[in-house]
């Protein structure tokens, strides 16, 4: 796909990877519909990208409402008038061990709260996002590409049992789209990053940094414009779909 001028529609595009995917895209000449829950953000992003000489607009959405995601979708194919890439990068953790014990004794559980949020948000967000986007590139009768983030956690992770379900199934599902929608001529590709510099990680401790780092052949956290660039070569190769693309500097968890 030739970017130049085409939509490209980014939830959780107010910040980190998302903003990085952003400007990312928007560096090929796209048009960009920025989707979040943070206004201040969503401003920040948005004047970002029209500094690089593209439209962008932005749509307050939470992608686990299905009625905010059908109304955000329609407002993108509105002002825009196409729908060509989708990026499901919108996520949360909310980590905690499955359960916790000491001495013989369970003293914490991962709650119930903790284990819908992340699904709600990071599985089930992502197929709404994808259900309205196919629906409309369909209907716009010039195909596409969803690119859906999933995560090297995907394989397990402690402490994630939550984000590690979502983000399996992020990728499993990407996997069928890419089989289900190929006829209406739209592709479907994630990528699973490792652990990329953001606010969460950098404002970790650097003892617990360092020890997260040791097992990366790289010795080093990825960058948000990497895992960015990603995205951009899923959008333009036309041959790309159905797969994982990982970008976490070797490491195997």
């Given amino acids: 796909m030739q970017l130049q001028s ?13 903003r990085a995917m952003s400007l990312a895209f928007a560096g090929k000449g796209a048009n960009l519909a920025l989707l ?34 059908i109304a955000a979708c329609d407002a993108v194919v509105g002002d825009f008038g196409r729908f060509d890439v989708l990026v499901n990068n919108a996520g949360i953790t909310r980590d905690a061990l499955l359960v916790k014990a000491q001495d013989g004794k369970v003293t914490a559980k991962m709650s119930l709260d903790q284990w819908q949020a992340v699904i709600n948000v990071n599985l089930t967000g992502v197929f709404l996002c994808a259900r309205e986007a ?14 859906n983030i999933s995560s090297i956690s995907r394989s397990g992770n ?3 049992t939550n984000y590690t379900a979502a983000k399996a199934g992020v990728a499993a599902m990407g996997v069928t789209w890419a089989k289900e929608l190929a006829r209406y001529g739209i ?5 699973a990053p490792g652990f990329t510099r953001t606010e969460i990680l950098s404002a ?7 020890k997260a780092l040791a097992p990366v052949p790289l010795k080093r956290l990825g960058e948000a414009d990497e895992i960015a660039h990603g995205a951009v070569f899923i959008a333009e190769n036309d041959f790309f779909t159905g797969r994982v ?3 976490d500097g070797g490491l195997r968890i």
Avoid: F
């Fill in 187 to 191: 592709r479907v590709g994630s990528i």
């Fill in 204 to 210: 970790m401790k650097p003892e617990i940094l360092e």
């Fill in 36 to 69: 979040d829950m943070n206004p201040a953000d969503l401003d920040e992003t948005k004047a970002q990208c029209l500094a690089l000489g593209v439209r962008a607009e932005r749509y307050l959405c939470n992608v686990s409402d299905e009625a905010q995601v």
């Fill in 158 to 160: 402690v402490g994630q």
């Fill in 245 to 247: 693309l990982e970008i």
């Fill in 6 to 18: 085409k939509l490209v529609a980014i939830t959780g595009a107010g910040k980190g990877i998302g």
């Fill in 134 to 147: 196919a629906e409309r590139m369909i209907g716009l009768g010039q195909g596409g590409v969803i690119i």
